[in-house]
């Protein structure tokens, strides 16, 4: 059994910074993606970043440039680095692991019946 875990939200202003911490317990951290997502009030769910096995990380386009993510095996940890942050960032941020994190958010619809999800974080990005 795979456990997630999210540690790290808050309350800040716009042009502040955040940095969330995703960690997990069970033996698929080092072959599983990893992927970020934000559900915004009113429920849309949105992909903000994934990386694979591989290190090589992937963003959605509202985040590019602003947030990066890193994966360090040995503490089987997560981190997503959040800087620049606007109030159109504020949503309920979430970790999960699968084979494929690409598919864990479909037509803007959080999938968690697939993969492990983490309990979620509140970022609030005040103007």
């Known amino acids: 059994e795979v456990q997630v875990a999210e540690s790290g939200g808050g309350s800040v202003q716009a042009g502040g910074s955040l940095k969330l911490s995703c960690t997990a317990s069970g033996s698929r951290f080092a072959t599983w993606e990893w992927g970020w997502y934000r559900q915004f009030q009113g429920n849309r769910c949105e992909l903000v970043s994934i990386i694979g096995s591989d290190g090589v990380p992937e963003y959605g386009e509202a985040v590019r440039g602003r947030f990066t993510v890193s994966q360090d095996n040995d503490k089987k940890t997560v981190y997503l680095t959040m800087n620049n942050l606007q109030p159109e960032d504020t949503a309920v941020y979430y970790c999960?692991?699968?084979?494929?994190?690409?598919?864990?958010?479909?037509?803007?619809?959080?999938?968690?019946?697939?993969?492990?999800w983490g309990q979620g974080a509140q970022v609030t990005v005040s103007s």
């Open positions: 999960a692991t699968a084979r494929w994190a690409g598919g864990l958010v479909v037509a803007g619809v959080c999938r968690r019946e697939f993969g492990y």
